[in-house]
């Protein structure tokens, strides 16, 4: 139990969520790192800045969790756009070792933390970026880009995409206004040549809130490297 955890001691005026039980069938034989994760994220999260403790409630289900159910769907490489606090980027590294993670963040503070989590639960298949996306388009080629809570799609698509490789996909995590976000995004997934653009709900049938994912294939003509500034 975290120390944040509901103790009726009155210190602490958001209890942090208690592991539900779906995260130990979700983590496997991970879930010991995940729950070092959560403690960590629940003990220094407000004073690093990195969440506010109004989401220490729902710091499993909304966030691990949450992340956690994208991993069923994970090629072997993966960049994580605007990792934050580590979301969903580190509890998809902590239950996919075989996968690896490329976690590009701008702000020193939160690298720093991110560094931070990589050498103590010993993550043997994270790098971690210090860059805005735009700015490292030319250095990655991943099979997958994974972002949350960064921006619309509009802004979000000419981010991502240009990380992956032909044939590879973006999964963005997306709440509610998905389908709105994709019809207003219209001209730039023409633009980007994305296909197959779909919204799927993850974590159906499980004891959680479902995550819902915006997915999209990158054009082989599209790939990595490509450059689409010209009709900018
Ligand atoms: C609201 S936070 C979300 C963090 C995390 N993904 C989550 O779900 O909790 C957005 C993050 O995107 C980062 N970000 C903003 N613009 C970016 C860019 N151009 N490239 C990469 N990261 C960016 C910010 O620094 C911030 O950490």
Redesign the pocket.
Known sequence: MSNHESSGAGKQPFAVEAEPPIAAQLFGDNIVQARRFAADLAEDGELRGL?GPSEYPRLWTR?IVNSVLLAPLLRESVA?????????GIPLAIARPDVAFTL????ER?TTWLNDVVERLALKNVTILR????DVHDDVAVQQVT?????AMSKLIP?TAPLAVAGGELLL?KGRAAETEIDKASKVIRKYRLSEVRVEELGEGLDTEPTRVVRALVDAEVGASQDLTEDR
């Open positions: 969440i966030h994580d756009v605007g990792s934050g606090a580590g979301l969903p590009i963040e701008p702000m939160r860059a805005r996306a735009e972002a949350r809570a960064v921006s981010l995590l």
